[in-house]
């Protein structure tokens, strides 16, 4: 990973709450942080449910979705588009405030989208 790519989510990663973060392109490959089994499940995952969020938006009608949310017991997984080429997840402790969190995940998807 590169010192620019690392600085970037430098910030992201002292958001207290903040367990683990993965940036991957919109198929699912990783592209960002380490290459642990984890990181690159939880890239492939979040873009197949990024890929069903979008798909079910369209068939109501609606704007696509920029980001998804599922609670699980241990916390939260955060999904965010950066761009059109990639996204950004997050997961979170599970008593983690979600809203500096996001506020973080949206300036750091700005910033990756200018790079990606």
């Known amino acids: 990973m590169s010192i620019i790519f690392r600085n970037i989510l430098l910030d992201l990663k002292k958001i207290?709450?903040?367990?683990?973060?993965a940036v991957g392109?919109?198929?699912?490959?990783?592209?960002?942080e380490s290459n642990s089994s984890e990181s690159?499940?939880?890239?492939?995952?979040?873009?197949?449910?990024?890929?069903?969020?979008?798909n079910v938006t369209?068939?109501?009608?609606k704007?696509?979705?920029?980001?998804i949310i599922?609670?699980?017991?241990?916390g939260k997984i955060i999904t965010t588009l950066a761009g059109h080429k990639a996204l950004i997840s997050v997961t979170t402790s599970?008593?983690?405030?979600i809203e500096p969190i996001i506020r973080e995940i949206d300036r750091t998807a700005g910033k990756l989208k200018d790079i990606l």
């Open 16 to 21: 207290d709450g903040v367990k683990m973060i």
């Open 25 to 32: 392109s919109r198929d699912g490959f990783l592209i960002g």
């Open 40 to 54: 690159e499940i939880l890239t492939l995952m979040s873009a197949a449910m990024l890929r069903a969020a979008e």
């Open 58 to 61: 369209d068939k109501i009608g």
């Open 63 to 67: 704007v696509s979705p920029t980001r």
């Open 70 to 74: 599922v609670d699980f017991e241990g």
């Open 94 to 97: 599970m008593d983690a405030n």
